[in-house]
């Protein structure tokens, strides 16, 4: 088993081994130490003895051995049978007994028995105690601690509350738990160092300690909603691949996730307003979307993400700490808003050689000392020209030459711009926050007009939300149009006369379609539209498509009365194909007194 190997500043040593050092919990959970060791001694058979982890790592390579392990008193076999006894057994229990290797009592009402197979059994109510590990010995105070490698399965049954920390930690054949509904608690280390691959969490788990996965074989596993905090390296250098945080959960704490080297798929949700030190370095995501709770990104948080391509960071992030991305070698999308951030952290981006190109947010006010040092491909940064004067000469230190930095450059209200085959307005200027534009018109040799979602103008990245009224009017080379997914309005009469014109598809935002917006399309026969917030058809908008016999409009769930009155008018359209729940009221408005054509409504 590899050892944790912590990027964090604050935990420089084996997380696994400083981990059994925390506070034992409340007086009700915790086991008498006194009683506890003396058990775990006696309960030890001399030819299963387990050497500590110290004892392990310096054994493996006889070669490079330095110093002798501690040696352990041994017991006999006779003292751990006497430690485990019990009261005369009856029934069932008594046959239970029978397999016993051995048994005793881990809660104030709990007792564990493991049996010859190697499944350890945890029975009763209320929960488990805590256990400690004992740095004088290299041991674990559970009384099972001495069948460690005995130990393959763990049945916890209905009626504990509490996994107590510790203790299953380095039960490095435990490949499979099952935990019960009652179970609300997993402590500190619980499972750390342990064989576990695939682990279910009962939907009543409320808290899952530090470290409590730490070092284990885990691929799989569910966060319960119940859980508000992802505590400190609870998950830390395991296998697993993907992980889903839900919206529950308020805070990821350091190292949370660190060195899991094949977590590439990692899912935040809304709600989420602090990420801890460290907490995804070193893993292998690709992509990341910061949820709009967030307001800081912490220090290193995403550090030595080798994979990691890009990360879209919204408005409410206020502050990016030092080295928070530093050496994503193959960073090479920033999305950020040009409002919101203030603070760029020392070596925040520094090593990410993929980066071609970053706008400092207009916000922002400061920027650590080699933010970008050694972004070997930066060859372009936009930024307020007096937050340029005030830098420190490290920010851009081992940057190109060649790096050209220059001040932002504002588009004007209505002012117009031409970007690829379109010509733009802007109708709000990005200063302001997020910028809109409209679109004019395209190059009439176009065959697909493709509208994008979002097009960059100065620098600045706008959204496409309208196409403005007669902007491809008799058009006569477009066949195919594909809505962009911001597109909000079609203008008036926008298609008109297209006579080329086959079909229009997209739109998933799309909430108006203007008078007259496709009319005289002869050749349209196709037109569908994915938007649920589609709530007007102008008057006459299909009129004289002769071809045009369906509307696709299976995502529309806002239409009304008032806002299909005369749409259909003119037109050759037959049948209105809606969402099946929507068929009884849209018959309703698509009457013929109403759109103005007879037309037959269906799923």
């Not at 695939?198 to 300690?209: D, E, F, T, W």
């Not at 899912?267 to 030190?277: A, F, P, Y």
């Not at 980066?355 to 930066?378: H, M, Q, R, W, Y």
Request: proline share 4%; net charge positive.
């Amino acid at each position: 088993m590899k050892h944790f190997k912590v990027t964090s500043l604050l935990l420089s040593v084996a997380m696994c081994v400083s981990m059994v050092s925390v506070p034992v919990m409340a007086d009700e959970t915790s086991a008498p130490e006194e009683t506890q060791v003396e058990e775990t001694e006696k309960q030890e058979p001399k030819e299963t003895e387990k050497p500590s982890v110290k004892e392990t790592e310096k054994q493996e390579p006889e070669e490079t051995q330095e110093e002798e392990p501690a040696e352990t008193e041994e017991q006999p076999e006779e003292k751990a049978a006497e430690a485990n006894e019990e009261p005369p057994l009856e029934g069932e229990a008594a046959h239970e007994a029978e397999d016993a290797v051995a048994s005793g009592k881990c809660g104030k009402k709990l007792k564990w028995t493991l049996d010859k197979n190697g499944t350890l059994k945890i029975t009763g109510k209320g929960a488990m105690y805590a256990y400690k590990y004992n740095y004088s010995t290299n041991r674990i105070t559970s009384p099972w601690f001495g069948y460690a490698d005995k130990i393959n399965k763990v049945v916890v049954s209905k009626g504990v509350t509490t996994i107590g920390a510790n203790a299953f930690s380095y039960c490095r054949n435990l490949t499979s738990v099952s935990l019960p509904s009652t179970l609300k608690t997993i402590g500190e280390a619980a499972f750390s160092i342990t064989g576990l691959k695939n682990v279910v969490l009962p939907k009543s788990v409320k808290s899952i300690g530090k470290y409590a996965f730490c070092e284990s074989t885990l691929e799989s596993i569910n966060i319960p909603k119940g859980v508000t905090v992802i505590r400190p390296a609870a998950f830390a250098a395991t296998n697993l691949k993907s992980i889903t945080i839900p919206s529950t959960v308020k805070s990821i704490g350091e190292d949370a996730f660190a060195d899991c080297w094949l977590l590439s798929e990692i899912t935040l949700s809304k709600g989420l307003t602090s990420i801890g030190v460290c907490a995804f370095g070193s893993t292998a995501v690709q992509e990341v979307v910061i949820p709009a709770s967030v307001t800081s990104i912490g220090e290193a948080v995403f550090s030595n993400c080798s994979k990691l391509k890009k990360v879209s960071i919204p408005e409410s992030v206020k502050v990016i700490g030092p080295r928070a991305f530093g050496n994503c070698y193959m960073l090479s999308t920033v999305d950020i808003p040009i409002n919101g951030l203030v603070s760029i952290g020392e070596k925040a981006f520094t090593g990410c050689n993929s980066l071609f190109k970053f706008a400092v947010p207009v916000t922002t006010i400061e920027i650590g000392d080699s933010a970008f040092s050694d972004c070997k491909n930066l060859n372009s940064v936009i930024m307020d020209k007096n937050l340029h004067k005030n830098l420190n000469s490290s920010v851009f230190s081992g940057c190109p030459s060649s790096l050209n930095i220059s001040d932002y450059k504002y588009a004007s209200l209505n002012e117009m711009f031409r970007v690829g085959d379109f010509t733009y307005a802007v109708t709000y200027p990005a200063v302001y926050g997020k910028g809109c534009v409209t679109l004019y018109g395209v190059e009439e040799q176009t065959e697909t007009v493709t509208v994008p979602a979002v097009v960059e103008i100065l620098g600045q990245n706008y959204k496409v939300t309208d196409i403005t009224s007669e902007s491809f009017m008799d058009n006569l080379t477009v066949k195919k149009v594909v809505l962009g997914s911001n597109i909000l309005y079609i203008g008036n009469s926008a298609f008109k006369g297209c006579t080329n014109l086959v079909s229009v598809t997209g739109g998933g935002r799309l909430k108006t379609i203007g008078d007259k917006a496709f009319c005289n399309c002869p050749n349209l026969k196709v037109f569908k539209i994915s938007s649920a917030a589609l709530w007007k058809i102008g008057p006459f908008a299909f009129s004289g498509d002769k071809n045009l016999k369906t509307l696709y409009l299976k995502g529309t769930k806002s239409l009304t009365k008032s806002g299909v009155k005369n749409s259909l008018k003119g037109s050759s359209v037959k049948t209105v194909k809606v969402k099946k729940s929507k068929v009884k009221k849209y018959k309703k408005i698509f009457k013929k007194k109403n759109c103005g054509k007879k037309v037959k409504v269906k799923k």
